[in-house]
Nanobody
Framework: QVQLVESGGGLVRPGGSLRLSCAAS????????MDWYRQAPGKQRELVAT???????NYADSVKGRFTISRDNAKNTVYLQMISLKPEDTAVYYCKVVVVATDAKVPRDYWGQGTQVTVSS
């Protein structure tokens, strides 16, 4: 089994910063793409940022220049550094990781439990 544990959410004022972490553990053979999604109340879940196992990144237009995704392969952890936060960034943030488990031959998606980010004065 593979588990994902997220941390780092909270309440921050507009213009502030937060850093989210998502650590994968368990029977992991390899990790491919690692993503951050978010879901605001009444809205669909949206892809925020992606990082491949080679370090290539991609961002939603709404967060370009403000969010940075990174990963530490030795720790099986993905991060999302968020600066210049806006009220519209308020959402539950989820990590998604594509993993090949040690007892599997094909990759599958695993989701974190979600962490609340609230941007408000």
């Amino acid at each position: 089994q593979v588990q994902l544990v997220e941390s780092g959410g909270g309440l921050v004022r507009p213009g502030g910063s937060l850093r989210l972490s998502c650590a994968a553990s368990g029977s992991i053979s390899s990790i491919y793409v690692m993503d951050w999604y978010r879901q605001a109340p009444g809205k669909q879940r949206e892809l925020v940022a992606t990082i491949t196992n080679t370090g290539s990144t991609n961002y939603a237009d709404s967060v370009k220049g403000r969010f940075t995704i990174s990963r530490d392969n030795a720790k099986n952890t993905v991060y999302l550094q968020m600066i210049s936060l806006k009220p519209e960034d308020t959402a539950v943030y989820y990590c998604k990781v594509v993993v090949v488990a040690t007892d599997a031959k094909v990759p599958r998606d695993y989701w974190g439990q979600g962490t609340q980010v609230t941007v408000s004065s």
